[in-house]
Nanobody
């Protein structure tokens, strides 16, 4: 069982930045791809970004491409999401998730590809 804990959420004005972190424990972190998902009020959860087990391959949703950056530190069992140029439509609860196997990062853009989930952290962007 992998335990995931997100942090770094908060309130920010449009155009600002936040850095989310997700700390993992319980299993060998470097054997898992990682993803960030988000769920806005009244909407379904959607993929934001994913990264393969080594960090050599990343995937982004079109809505965040060029603004968000996913990265990981396998020595620290942590995955990050740097969010710049935030928009009100980025307001959501952000979840990190872990997916087993060694596929390309794009494989992990669906919820069904993920095995473990954190409880989420709220990001609010005001205009």
């Amino acid at each position: 069982q992998m335990h995931l804990v997100e942090s770094g959420g908060g309130s920010v004005q449009a155009g600002g930045s936040l850095r989310l972190s997700c700390s993992a424990s319980g299993l060998t972190f470097s054997r898992y791809a990682m993803g960030w998902f988000r769920q806005a009020p009244g909407k379904e959860r959607e993929s934001v970004a994913s990264i393969n087990w080594s960090g050599s391959d990343t995937f982004y949703a079109d809505s965040v491409k060029g603004r968000f950056t996913i990265s990981r530190d396998n020595a620290e069992n942590t995955v990050f999401l740097q969010m710049n140029s935030l928009k009100p439509e980025d307001t959501a609860v952000y979840y990190c998730a872990a997916g087993s196997s060694y596929y390309r990062a794009s494989y992990y853009q669906t919820e069904g590809a993920m095995n473990y989930w954190g409880k989420g952290t709220l990001v609010t962007v005001s205009s």
